[in-house]
């Protein structure tokens, strides 16, 4: 597509529940980002997929939080049992990277998850 | 730890004015980086990149410089516009790192 489509915008969900969020990259781009943006506060990086390599999830902030990328495209980012913190936007990005090692990433407009 | 400092006050100018940014990095030595725009509700848009290696870059009214000795780089808009007014977020990032780290933006307010 043209840009970094994310769904859904908006989700508002109970304390306890598992909420799914959906990104769909450019087409092309080989890597994609997961990225959480709290009020007020800045980027925090969650998880990173490039091409068929093993993501890395160092950003992940625990075991309920979840993602995977299917045939190096869509990717999925689960949340289990969502908790009042959880509360951000959840931002996309992809990029292309290329051998000049610099990375500029594509945002998507994000998911605002709240949790009540 | 690497940290990123971004001035958390918002800055106002006035339409007209040069508005000047800045971003201070600590516990690391970036290769390079980027300065990204976010307007609210919206995701960050890349605007420019600079490397180790080059002093200062300039894209229409906009100019980034970096200064590795001081860990700093500097943002300028001139002429600005009302329509400048968004968050101003940089991210310096580690050679050999695909994940660029974020400050917490500048939020710039231009008046008309």
């Known amino acids: 597509g043209a840009g970094v489509s994310q769904s859904p915008s908006n989700k508002v969900t109970e304390k306890g529940k598992d909420v799914e969020l959906r990104c769909d990259p450019i087409s092309g781009h080989t890597a994609l980002y997961w990225y959480r943006q709290s009020l007020g506060q800045g980027l925090e990086f969650l998880i990173y997929?490039?091409?068929?390599?093993?993501?890395?999830k160092s950003g992940l902030p625990s075991d309920r939080f979840s993602a995977e990328r299917t045939g190096g495209s869509v990717s999925t980012l689960t949340i289990q049992r969502t908790q009042q913190e959880d509360s951000a936007v959840y931002l996309c990005?992809?990029?292309?990277?290329?051998?000049?090692?610099?990375?500029?990433?594509?945002f998507g407009a994000g998911s605002r998850l709240t949790v009540l | 730890s690497q940290k990123i400092e971004q001035n958390s006050e918002a800055l106002n100018i006035q339409e007209g004015k040069t508005a000047t940014l800045t971003c201070n990095y600590t516990n690391y030595s970036p290769a390079y980086l980027q300065w990204y725009r976010q307007d609210p509700g919206r995701g960050p848009v890349f605007l420019l990149l600079?490397?180790?290696?080059?002093k200062e870059k300039r894209k229409e009214r906009l100019k980034v410089t970096f200064d590795t000795t001081l860990k700093q780089s500097l943002f300028h808009i001139t002429a600005s516009q009302p329509a400048d007014s968004a968050t101003y977020l940089c991210a310096p990032t580690s050679g050999g790192s695909y994940i660029p780290t974020f400050g917490r933006g500048t939020s710039l307010i231009v008046h008309p």
């Open positions: 990005a992809s990029s292309l990277v290329g051998s000049s090692g610099a990375n500029v990433l594509t």
């Open positions: 600079i490397r180790e290696n080059e």
């Open positions: 997929f490039q091409g068929n390599s093993a993501p890395d």
